[in-house]
């Protein structure tokens, strides 16, 4: 394994809130004598590359009727920036885990489902020509991009309307009793109709928010209906199918009550023999805690931030964003998390296209009329991550002496060792970095996110 040696500088890119720096490559720190470091800084960030925790699967947002139909709507060398800036890996984020709707979700141009007709429960109308109008070409153009496999969570936000108690997509519901081995079925049938597209799903989550009841699709589960769904259908027909290495993801809701969720599902060992692991999103209370929690109590199963965004609209040039953004990426990874997916890749100057309007902002958002994409400082936040922080790279100890210093430190792959760093406090900091015992002096702006590299091995 490589590392950094006593000569070798240290790179690093900056974002800031007050002179709008966005992932701009500063002038590399010289290593220092650890006595010269540590002078003229009251705070230190220590970092042991050989103490290892979990390994990386990837960064990436998600795929949407809305991204996907604005993305359509810009010309084509437009439409090639954003995958770019999305999923090349040299010269964009490098976005290798991704996330898409089964059936609508409130990011689409309406209600609509694969199986429309009524009580159809041999699915004999199952349909995706909704998904090739604008997904599909999506994302087939995204693999392009990446050139590398991209690992895609499928997510339902409701069940057809027949298979649910309120006859309704929108306003909650129940799956009907009677629909379940149907619904399962539908799993089935997606990634199947999927591959056959070239585009394979890695893993589905049993259901969009189920303690939710929204004014748009959503359907809600009982920890008890949502373990017995996957103990007695989902997981079984997944298997049957021949899919049992499509992982299956359960809760895909907030945090506050994920402990909860894990417990009820992974007590029943039959329930918890097809689970992957635990997905979650930001909305309510941070409860970064509960994500440790469930790792202690079940560390053979994984953990996945599932969606997260600003809410209320585009929020334009908001700084604000970013630093939600990153100190959500270091303490979801600091606590055993595996990878980390933002909501939609790309919105419309109003947060939309959404069927019931509501509007949030999105990493990158496009003005269609004027054929313009306008990077917010959500993208800047995430690229401090996805663009150093490699699929397969394993989490590494990582401390500092002060709470502004929020951090956290990977080992990629080609043995570089990348450390993020956020002050989110209205002083800048200096404080002296160490890495593997080299050590620089190093200074972080006010509202301000670094990122500090090693060279390879």
Same mark, same amino acid.
């Given at each position: @394994?490589?590392?950094?040696?006593?000569?070798?500088?240290?790179?690093?890119?900056?974002?800031?809130?007050?002179?709008?720096?966005?992932?701009?490559?500063?002038?590399?720190?010289?290593?220092?004598?650890?006595?010269?470091?540590?002078?003229?800084?009251?705070?230190?960030?220590?970092?042991?590359?050989?103490?290892? #925790?979990?390994?990386?699967?990837?960064? &990436?947002?998600? #795929?949407?009727?809305?991204?996907?139909?604005?993305?359509?709507?810009?010309?084509?060398?437009?439409?090639?920036?954003?995958?770019?800036?999305?999923?090349?890996?040299?010269?964009?984020?490098?976005?290798?885990?991704?996330?898409?709707? @089964?059936? %609508?979700?409130?990011? /689409?141009?309406?209600?609509?489902?694969?199986?429309?007709?009524?009580?159809?429960?041999?699915?004999?109308? #199952?349909?995706?020509?909704?998904? !090739?109008?604008?997904?599909?070409?999506? $994302?087939?153009?995204?693999?392009?991009?990446?050139?590398?496999?991209? !690992?895609?969570?499928?997510?339902?936000?409701?069940?057809?309307?027949? @298979?649910?108690?309120?006859?309704?997509?929108?306003?909650?519901?129940?799956?009907?009793?009677?629909?379940?081995?149907?619904?399962?079925?539908?799993?089935?049938?997606?990634?199947?109709?999927?591959?056959?597209?070239?585009?394979?799903?890695?893993?589905?989550?049993? =259901?969009?928010? +189920?303690?939710?009841?929204?004014? *748009?699709?959503?359907?809600?589960?009982?920890?008890?209906?949502?373990?017995?769904?996957?103990?007695?259908?989902?997981?079984?027909?997944?298997?049957?199918?021949?899919?049992?290495?499509?992982?299956?993801?359960?809760?895909?809701?907030?945090?506050?009550?994920?402990?909860?969720?894990?417990?009820?599902?992974?007590?029943?060992?039959?329930?918890?023999?097809?689970?992957?692991?635990?997905?979650?999103?930001?909305? @309510?209370?941070?409860?970064?805690?509960?994500?440790?929690?469930?790792?202690?109590?079940?560390?053979?199963?994984?953990?996945?931030?599932?969606?997260?965004? =600003?809410?209320? &609209?585009?929020?334009?040039?908001?700084?604000?964003?970013?630093?939600?953004?990153?100190?959500?990426? $270091?303490?979801?990874?600091?606590? *055993?998390?595996? /990878?980390?997916?933002? *909501?939609?890749?790309?919105?419309?100057?109003?947060?939309?296209?959404?069927?019931?309007?509501?509007?949030?902002?999105? +990493?990158?958002?496009?003005?269609?009329?004027?054929?313009?994409?306008?990077?917010?400082?959500?993208?800047?936040?995430? &690229?401090?991550?996805?663009?150093?922080?490699?699929?397969?790279?394993?989490?590494?100890?990582?401390?500092?002496?002060?709470? %502004?210093?929020?951090?956290?430190?990977?080992?990629?792959?080609?043995? %570089?060792?990348?450390?993020?760093?956020?002050?989110?406090?209205?002083?800048?900091?200096? #404080?002296?970095?160490? $890495?593997? &015992?080299?050590?620089?002096?190093?200074?972080?702006?006010?509202?301000? $996110?670094?990122?500090?590299?090693?060279?390879?091995?």
């Amino acid at each position: @394994m490589g590392g950094p040696t006593a000569t070798a500088p240290l790179r690093w890119v900056l974002s800031a809130r007050d002179d709008g720096t966005r992932l701009a490559e500063q002038h590399p720190l010289a290593p220092q004598a650890d006595a010269a470091a540590h002078a003229g800084a009251p705070a230190r960030l220590w970092v042991d590359s050989t103490r290892r #925790f979990q390994q990386l699967l990837g960064f &990436g947002g998600a #795929f949407t009727e809305a991204a996907a139909t604005t993305w359509l709507r810009l010309s084509e060398p437009q439409r090639e920036a954003v995958l770019r800036d999305c999923f090349d890996p040299v010269h964009g984020h490098g976005y290798t885990l991704c996330r898409v709707h @089964m059936n %609508s979700c409130d990011f /689409g141009l309406g209600n609509y489902a694969h199986v429309e007709t009524p009580d159809d429960f041999a699915l004999d109308s #199952f349909s995706i020509a909704r998904d !090739r109008q604008a997904l599909l070409p999506m $994302i087939q153009a995204a693999q392009r991009v990446a050139g590398r496999p991209l !690992r895609l969570l499928v997510s339902p936000w409701s069940p057809p309307a027949w @298979m649910k108690d309120s006859g309704r997509m929108n306003d909650g519901g129940r799956l009907r009793p009677d629909c379940r081995a149907a619904w399962a079925q539908c799993f089935v049938r997606f990634i199947q109709a999927y591959a056959a597209e070239g585009v394979p799903v890695w893993g589905v989550s049993v =259901q969009n928010e +189920p303690e939710a009841r929204q004014r *748009w699709d959503s359907c809600l589960y009982s920890a008890e209906e949502e373990r017995d769904f996957v103990r007695d259908h989902l997981g079984p027909a997944l298997h049957a199918a021949g899919l049992a290495h499509v992982r299956i993801v359960v809760w895909d809701h907030n945090r506050d009550a994920m402990v909860e969720r894990a417990s009820v599902i992974y007590g029943d060992p039959e329930a918890a023999k097809y689970v992957w692991g635990t997905g979650f999103h930001w909305y @309510m209370e941070d409860h970064f805690e509960h994500v440790q929690l469930v790792h202690d109590a079940w560390p053979d199963k994984q953990l996945l931030f599932t969606e997260g965004c =600003q809410e209320g &609209g585009p929020h334009w040039g908001r700084w604000e964003l970013a630093e939600r953004y990153a100190r959500s990426i $270091i303490n979801d990874l600091n606590r *055993w998390t595996v /990878g980390w997916i933002d *909501w939609n890749l790309l919105l419309d100057e109003r947060g939309g296209p959404n069927h019931v309007e509501n509007f949030c902002s999105a +990493p990158l958002l496009a003005v269609p009329a004027e054929d313009g994409v306008h990077p917010q400082s959500s993208y800047a936040a995430i &690229g401090h991550f996805a663009r150093h922080i490699q699929p397969g790279a394993q989490r590494v100890l990582c401390a500092a002496t002060r709470e %502004s210093l929020e951090c956290t430190a990977f080992v990629n792959p080609d043995g %570089s060792v990348a450390v993020v760093v956020l002050n989110r406090s209205d002083e800048a900091q200096a #404080f002296s970095l160490a $890495i593997d &015992g080299v050590a620089h002096a190093a200074t972080l702006p006010p509202h301000a $996110i670094a990122t500090y590299r090693t060279g390879s091995g």
